[in-house]
């Protein structure tokens, strides 16, 4: 389900700018992240026992939500809160994934339990 979740907006990032005001920098900053976070939900769909995909989406997610700023594209709304929503629910999404992840990996039905 998490992978889905990242597909979908993940490519809602990427289109945004075409509804959105935008200069080049937030348009730019949008479709690439965008793809990026939809392509680690694809790759993590497509391979679940790849984690490199759930962090990816973290560092994805975390770059989108600063972007507005490092781009400097703040002044834009619409585009800024794109950014920001997306980013958070990138990061959630990959923070959700991993210990179902690391259950799996280590071969139990759900969380690990230390003894």
């Known amino acids: 389900m998490q992978d889905v979740v990242a597909i ?3 490519a809602f990032a990427a289109l945004s700018p075409l509804w959105l005001d935008t200069n080049n920098a937030a348009m730019w900053s ?11 939900g ?12 759930e962090y ?3 560092v994805f997610g ?4 600063i972007a507005p700023w490092v781009m400097n ?4 709304t619409g585009a800024s809160w794109t950014a920001w929503v997306v980013g958070v629910l990138a990061v959630v999404v990959a923070v959700t994934g991993l210990p179902m992840m690391s259950s799996r990996m280590h071969g ?3 969380l690990a339990t230390h003894h």
Do not use: K, Y
Request: charged share 10%; aromatic share 8%.
């Open 108 to 110: 139990h039905g759900g």
């Open 56 to 58: 990816a989406m973290a």
């Open 8 to 10: 979908v907006i993940g």
């Open 42 to 53: 694809l790759v993590h769909m497509a391979r679940p026992e790849m984690t490199a995909a």
């Open 30 to 40: 949008l479709i690439v992240l965008g793809v990026l976070v939809a392509l680690s």
């Open 73 to 76: 594209f703040d002044a834009f």
């Open 62 to 65: 975390v770059l989108l939500f």
